[in-house]
């Protein structure tokens, strides 16, 4: 009979043990299906950006896409990042549109939370992240 006791106690231990580890093998599954490099800005500088607009996830693609889009209008008006650099005029308005950028950003992914990921109607989900990239390699950090 103790025997037949221990082999119970045996037999449940690994039930038990396979199936904590199962469990944690979703939840190790599902984290990795969020994104991971998504970044809320912290500033204490605040923009003047009205967020009223931003009432649905395409009007926070359509406005995002539009101040990135006036970041690469004017730095696209120079041939090289030191040129661009030296007309302070042009670094200002690229800072007041990153400002604004950040403010959308912020809003947006505090707001509609994962349905920013998901797929839409209005614009491609990749559309936002392709206009960062084209500003990274143009030396602006966005």
Known sequence: ???RNYILLLFGCLIISSCSKESNDDSKTKSNNIPQKVSVSTTSKKSNFDTSKLNSV?????????AL?????????????EEYNEDNQSVKQVKN????????????????????????????????????????ELGIKS
Do not use: G
């Open 1 to 3: 009979m103790n025997r």
């Open 97 to 136: 549109h990153l400002k604004d950028w950040r403010a959308i950003q912020s809003y947006c992914l505090q707001t509609f939370k994962r349905a920013m990921y998901w797929e839409n109607d209005c614009y491609p989900t990749d559309s936002v992240e392709k206009k960062r990239l084209e500003l990274n």
């Open 58 to 66: 395409c009007n926070c693609y359509k406005e995002a896409l539009s």
């Open 69 to 81: 889009d006036a970041i690469l209008l004017v730095r696209n008006n120079f041939n090289s990042f």
